[in-house]
């Protein structure tokens, strides 16, 4: 049976975009958890939820806001990375191939790269140095949350879809900051049949209820 299906994020706006998409299609157990910003709560919470047997076989899909740090991404596009890296390491993310054909089908810009979790805000210089290292985008929780993921089930399916809130040229508290942040609310509220496409495809957990029910915390 199809698994269930967890969608993160750690804003409430994150969260209201998320659960205002279309889950109509939803095949299987499909659901919306706000963690809270950072690191820290990001892993206390995926800890906390996967532990739980209604969640615990879930798919996982790391998702929300992010900055580009590549000067030719626009708001609004999505950020879907083969992997994530923090101070502590590398982090695949084994489901983004296909999610990323998904979004696309969807009329939703994809860009794909490595996306970088800081434990702060990034801006300025600091961002131009992230570039510089290969990372097209910058948030603070998805290598937690993709971690998280995939110790606790080495099969689990993970992928990252964030969608560009503000880029190198129109940083956050800059006049474009409202418009910026409605294109990627509609973008992330657009991504959710996406979402459950992916999931349908991400294969099968024989102890999964094929029931639709929601997965929350």
Known sequence: MTRPLLVVCALPTEHHALRGGNWSAARA??????TGMGAVRAHR?????LARPDAADAAVIA???CAATDPSIA???FVVPDE???KSGIVPCPGAEP???LLRAQGLTVHRGVLVSAD?????PERAELHETGAIGVDMECAATVRVAA???PDRPVAVARVVVDTPVSELFRPATIRNGLHAYRALKAAVPAFLEWQARTGTDTTTSSENKAVEA
Request: proline residues 3%.
């Open 29 to 34: 157990r499909a659901g919306v958890l706000r």
């Open 45 to 49: 919470a995926m800890a906390r939820t």
């Open 63 to 65: 998702s929300g806001f």
């Open 75 to 77: 708001p609004g596009g």
């Open 84 to 86: 994530v890296w923090d």
């Open 99 to 101: 999610l990323a054909e």
């Open 120 to 124: 702060h805000v990034v801006r300025g």
């Open 151 to 153: 110790r606790t089930d």
